[in-house]
């Protein structure tokens, strides 16, 4: 069964991320781990680790694009990043500070231009990297961890989500 366009997306991410943050490509980490819809982590947990998700709130006013091509919407698709990495016990969010750096790198590659990522052949219009934020290790996480919110435009034909244009 064919993937929808979302998930082809999703994946695709999924996959640069694992092949671009190595440290020998010139980051600071290598990725132990990119997965999709994972919101806690263990305490044995193979580390550094990344986890995709969904915002609750999509994107209620998305733009019509139709004509010839059929009906479809150009929605601002917000995904988080979630990520951790090992421990410092005297410093716990720095690890995570330097995770989410790595992160911020990889993901400029995909929007530069000239790049051979280039919105992944034109499966997303653009792409929008916001701050981040830092939390501390909780009950909910034994690892501080960051969210990366990036805000994918996405344009889906209603008729046919599986469409990749």
């Known amino acids: 069964m064919a993937d929808s366009k979302r998930l082809v997306v999703l994946k695709t991410l999924s996959q640069f991320l694992?092949?671009?943050i190595?440290?020998?490509n010139g980051y600071q980490h290598t990725l132990a781990?990119?997965?999709r819809g994972r919101l806690f982590i263990s305490d044995t947990e193979a580390l550094?680790?990344?986890s995709i998700l969904e915002n609750f709130n999509p994107d209620r006013e998305p733009a019509e694009v139709g004509g010839h091509q059929g009906r479809g919407v150009k929605d601002n698709w917000v995904l988080l990043l979630q990520g951790w990495a090992a421990d410092d016990k005297a410093n716990p969010s720095d690890p995570a500070h330097l995770?989410?750096?790595d992160?911020?790198?990889a993901l400029a590659k995909i929007v530069k231009e000239d790049g051979p990522q280039y919105m992944f052949g034109g499966l997303i219009a653009n792409m929008h990297i916001e701050p981040g934020v830092i939390?501390?290790?909780?009950?909910?996480s034994p690892r501080a961890y960051?969210?990366?919110r990036v805000v994918v435009e996405v344009t889906e034909y209603l008729d046919d989500p599986y469409r990749l244009d």
Do not use: G, Q
């Not at 939390?135 to 909910?140: G, L, S, W």
């Open 103 to 105: 992160t911020k790198k």
């Open 135 to 140: 939390r501390p290790p909780t009950e909910a």
């Open 48 to 50: 550094p680790m990344i």
């Open 22 to 24: 190595k440290t020998a």
């Open 99 to 101: 995770l989410m750096a």
């Open 33 to 35: 781990a990119v997965s």
């Open 146 to 148: 960051f969210y990366l």
């Open 18 to 20: 694992r092949d671009e």
